[in-house]
């Protein structure tokens, strides 16, 4: 009867505990054919630099369309691959078919793949980029690996020595999402990050509270004064590139820009961006 399947009734929710635990089987289940499957993808996002209003390189992202439930997006499949040990799998999958690609772009594009912090503590990811690196014949400076705050939530050497192996490869690290996980700022002297990339929370408020805007100028200030460049996330307003550009901020990442798009519509885009420069505020042109 209707009544007790209304919101607000312990038989409604049980239903849909229900339901998602299905639907994390099906997942489980799925995700282990669906790299043989083709089933993965890769999407990628530009960064742009706001002196100039250049594009440095894109940001590799994955993207799972599965056969009957459609495209699962990242943040439901990668945590169940984390749970299950696939991500070392998908990681692994990931980062070759990116530095694949890359390899033939123009050569001062850089790349960036995401990396699981389940990924530094479940294998050798130094000797698995070193070897990525060689077989896809990809530049190591060209190579930029992201990681969030949630590396440092376990405090595990290997984990930092493995960063800083990536480090000695002449690999470049990013801390993705800055300011919304892990609150200490200790890990920031332990080890050198090259990029911080200041999370989309911010920049969704930039324009509307003082708050918002007084953090993101002070992780820039806190950036410059570690040597660390800065990405905003998330931008989808030319007035939060302005606000940006005051603060002081190195680039940008956001649908303002463009989405994230298939391998193939790259050059296209990198075309496009140079004849038109569509969405440059005037005071950023160079
Ligand atoms: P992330 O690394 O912080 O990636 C940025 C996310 O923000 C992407 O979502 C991107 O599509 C989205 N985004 C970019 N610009 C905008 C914007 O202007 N507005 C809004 N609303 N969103 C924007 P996506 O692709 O769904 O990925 C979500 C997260 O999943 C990623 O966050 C990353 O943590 C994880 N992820 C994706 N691919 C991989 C991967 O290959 N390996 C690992 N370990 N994690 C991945
Ligand atoms: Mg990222
Ligand atoms: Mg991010
Ligand atoms: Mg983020």
């Given at each position: 009867d209707a009544k007790s399947h209304a919101p607000g009734t312990a038989r409604f929710y049980v239903q849909r505990l229900g339901e998602q635990v299905r639907r994390r089987q099906i997942m489980e289940r799925d995700l282990r054919d669906a790299i043989e499957q083709g089933q993965l993808s890769l999407a990628f996002q530009p960064k742009i630099e706001l002196k100039g209003w250049r594009v440095t390189g894109f940001e590799a992202l994955m993207r799972w369309r599965h056969p009957v439930h459609g495209n699962i997006p990242p943040v439901e499949f990668i945590p169940i691959a984390e749970d299950c040990g696939l991500i070392t799998t998908l990681g692994e999958w990931a980062l070759q078919e990116a530095c694949r690609c890359a390899a033939?772009?123009?050569?001062?594009?850089?790349?960036?793949?995401?990396?699981?912090?389940?990924q530094l503590m479940a294998q050798n990811i130094v000797s698995l980029v070193e070897s990525t690196l060689k077989t896809t014949g990809l530049a190591a400076h060209r190579l930029e690996l992201e990681i969030t705050e949630s590396v440092f939530i376990q405090e595990n050497r290997s984990t930092v020595q493995q960063l800083r192996g990536l480090h000695d490869l002449g690999v470049r690290i990013a801390l993705d999402d800055f300011g919304t996980g892990y609150s200490s700022l200790a890990y920031l002297r332990r080890f050198p990050f090259d990029t911080l990339k200041i999370d989309r929370a911010f920049v969704r408020e930039l324009l509307v509270s003082r708050d918002a805007r007084a953090i993101v100028r002070n992780i820039v200030a806190l950036a410059k004064s570690l040597?660390?460049?800065?990405?905003?996330?998330?931008?989808?307003?030319?007035?939060?590139?302005?606000v940006l550009g005051d603060e002081g901020c190195d680039q940008i990442q956001g649908f303002l820009a463009a989405r994230p798009m298939p391998a193939e519509e790259i050059r296209n885009f990198l075309r496009?961006?140079?004849?038109?420069?569509?969405?440059?505020?005037?005071?950023?042109?160079?």
């Open positions: 033939r772009w123009p050569a001062e594009l850089s790349l960036a793949v995401n990396l699981s912090p389940v040597r660390m460049a800065t990405v905003a996330e998330g931008v989808e307003e030319p007035a939060q590139v302005l496009n961006w140079r004849d038109q420069r569509p969405v440059v505020p005037p005071s950023f042109q160079p």
